[in-house]
């Protein structure tokens, strides 16, 4: 019987160290994919300028099948973690912007900030 309630212990004990170990993943990943999608967006809207000069970028035109698309299957969004949008009001010079926070306010009334590269998704959670 007090072998049982050992190993019970241990196993307890084991699977707080993997939880702990697994937290820290879990947040690298996030900010790895909103790296990546942010760069295959920006990717999308070169190639669309370059096809359409003069015609203003959106997720719509970047996903559909009109001028030339769809130059990305679908809009990334991890919503919990990071939202992509295009604003050249807040972003003038290419358009694209990311949220990262707060935490779960990510879409519509999160902080967008310009998408200049990589080191913007520092701040996902």
Sequence with gaps: MIELLIVIVVL??????????LGGITGKSA???CQADGATVSTAISAFNAQNPGVTASSTLLTGTTDGGPYIQSWPSNSPHYFFQINYTTNPTGGLT?????AGQ????GTYVAYTGPASCALVQ
């Design 31 to 33: 900010v790895a994919a």
């Design 12 to 21: 307890g004990i084991l699977a707080a160290v993997v939880i702990f170990a």
């Design 98 to 102: 990311v949220s990262t926070g707060p």
């Design 106 to 109: 990510v879409t519509g009334g």
